[in-house]
């Protein structure tokens, strides 16, 4: 709570052009594709330099609310799930990195998510989506002896379930908690066996969806996350051990 003998704090010019940024923004009623004023014009109406400018943009840009690009003017962004979600990557990597107890709250979090989306895809999935699985597994199957590949085909696998849903929330939410986790998952990948025992999981999911069992999708999706959960505390374990 602030008194009248708190100092007063100086705000940086760019947060200032910010500000009357989004003023514009919001009372001109600019939508996706619009066009801002140019810097040279921001630069006369504000009466600040480029690096103000050029500052706050960018700013908003990482909000997401500006797109900008060489040698146009800003434009105001579509909307999109997934730019929010990318924009906050850095932060939870950094959260992440030093902090454990943030990490085991990001695992519960995905599994109570990735269950309720194979519920969702029980109910919900075509022929067509369950195809699409079984050929996304095949490829994960060929790329074995390449544990880099072999972890994109299974982030491809879980973000191809959340799909099956439909809600674009869902789509981005799986793609930000698989992002976030993958760093910390590259090792589980190098467990002997693991590969063969995750890839019969995954079709183990895909029966479940394909047979519209909803609370058996929903188990195997739980035992296949905790099992790899509790490998790579193990194996954590054993590193350290070794250490």
Do not use: C
């Not at 514009?24 to 810097?39: A, F, Q, T």
């Not at 504000?46 to 146009?72: C, D, K, N, T, Y």
């Not at 990001?106 to 969702?120: S, V």
């Amino acid at each position: 709570m602030t008194t009248e003998h708190d100092p007063i704090k100086r705000r940086k010019l760019s947060d200032e052009v910010q500000e009357r940024l989004l003023a514009i923004i919001e009372n001109d009623r600019l939508g996706p594709g619009d066009p801002l004023p140019s810097e040279r014009d921001l630069m006369t109406a504000f009466g600040v330099g480029r690096p103000a400018i050029r500052e706050a943009m960018q700013s908003l840009q990482r909000m997401g609310l500006v797109e900008i690009r060489h040698g146009e003017r800003a434009r105001i962004a579509e909307p999109s799930f997934g730019r929010m979600v990318e924009q906050m990557s850095d932060s939870m990597r950094h959260i992440l990195s030093h902090s454990p107890a943030s990490l085991a709250h990001l695992k519960e979090a995905r599994a109570t998510f990735e269950m309720e989306m194979a519920r969702i895809a029980a109910q919900r999935a075509s022929p067509a989506d369950v195809a699409r699985l079984r050929r996304t597994i095949d490829s994960q199957e060929a790329q074995r002896s390449n544990p880099a590949n072999f972890l994109q085909f299974d982030a491809r696998f879980h973000r191809e379930i959340a799909a099956i849903s439909g809600n674009p929330i869902f789509t981005s939410l799986s793609e930000g908690l698989l992002r976030w986790l993958q760093s910390f998952h590259v090792g589980l990948m190098r467990v002997q066996g693991l590969e063969k025992l995750t890839l019969a999981e995954h079709r183990q999911i895909v029966d479940e969806i394909e047979a519209g069992n909803v609370a058996g999708a929903a188990k195997a999706m739980s035992d296949h996350l905790y099992r790899a959960n509790d490998l790579y505390h193990q194996d954590n374990l054993s590193r350290n051990d070794a250490g």
